[in-house]
């Protein structure tokens, strides 16, 4: 039963009830009507949950920047500093689409600057980030991940207050991925170092290669995901435009320098994105070396299980050649053993030339045979050293 005395404000003005306030049932996809249960935070770090479609957030968005879009409209243009213009888009209905997997044609991280908004979007955090207030969009059972996002929100504002809201909120974002991206690695990583080295002792079971394949495309979505988070920030590292555009506080504050791109300056961003960039980078090493080392043990695998197989190909072929040879001797006994009277069986000491000629002719045919194989390079030794 929900306690009705623990409440969650709604856009709507509602209450929505739980039995805590930090822990919500369905985080994610919510009601219906294409609602999604979002947690907002404020200047101060304060958290709230807050139901809301795409279209509440659109129309938000283009509120924030009315103000600095129609005052950027009023104002004279000077064609000799058209070079130095900074034409910042106006958010779309399409932008957020990008923010909801059901509309999203790629998972790749990827980091959007519009009009006093930034849209952030890296599994599992979805986040949009306005100059005094960030919305972020959650999955399903994300309970960890939201005692996370608060705990990140609390230290970069506690940390930041010399630094606007959109920058500090940006990087307690970031911070939550790659924190996100760190626990799974530490999950996955022993789990396949333990895996491997069974794998190269020789004692892992036949019944737990089906766990082994299912680490590995653990371990190969791990890397996929660091590795799109990783090029999303070298991007925006490249890109000075939109970090200029970062600036949204700066440039809702004076709209003229949104139309002035020497205005703006990137150092605090580019230092704020190099760091999670080393952090990320750094989680990619572990995972990759960790992959090696498991391609590498599988190749170990497969060279031990070739020598075991190619050694019983040449004992069934050793055992293949003498039953070869046994089997004309076998010839040569069954045609003198017929019930037909050709004289031979006369003829003194036939008898003992016969069995020496079928007991040598086998152990001769079979010594030739292997001679002829190890002259093509064949060994035919059931040597194992």
Known sequence: MRNPSLQVPLVSGEYLTSQHSDVLCDV?????GGRRLALRFDSSGAATYQEV??????????????????????????????????????????????????????????????????????DPVRAVILRDACLVFLPDGADSLVSALKACFQDQLVSSQSTAFEFAAL?????????????????????AKVAVDRMARGDLPMGDMEALRALKNGMHELETRVTGMRRMLMNILENEDDMRMMHLTKIYEDPALGRDLLGLDTD???????????DIYATQTRVSLMQTNVQNTEGLVMLRLDTKRNYLLTVDLTLTMWTTMITVSTFVVGAFGMNLDSQVQLTEYMFWIVLGICTVFPAIGVKLVVAHLERRGINMSWDTK
């Open 171 to 191: 990087e307690a974002v970031i911070q939550t991925v790659c924190k996100v991206l760190m626990s799974d690695c530490e999950k996955v990583l022993p789990r």
């Open 268 to 278: 605090n961003i580019e230092s704020l994105l190099e760091v999670y960039l080393h």
């Open 53 to 122: 479609t795409r279209t509440d957030v659109l129309k938000l968005v283009q509120s924030v920047a009315l103000p600095v879009t129609a005052q950027a409209t009023a104002s004279p243009r000077s064609p000799t500093s058209r070079h130095n213009r900074l034409e910042i888009p106006n958010i779309q209905m399409r932008d957020l689409r990008k923010l909801d997997n059901v509309f999203a044609t790629t998972n790749d991280p990827s980091l959007t600057v519009r009009q006093q908004a930034i849209l952030v979007n890296a």
């Open 28 to 32: 994610g996809a919510f009601a219906t």
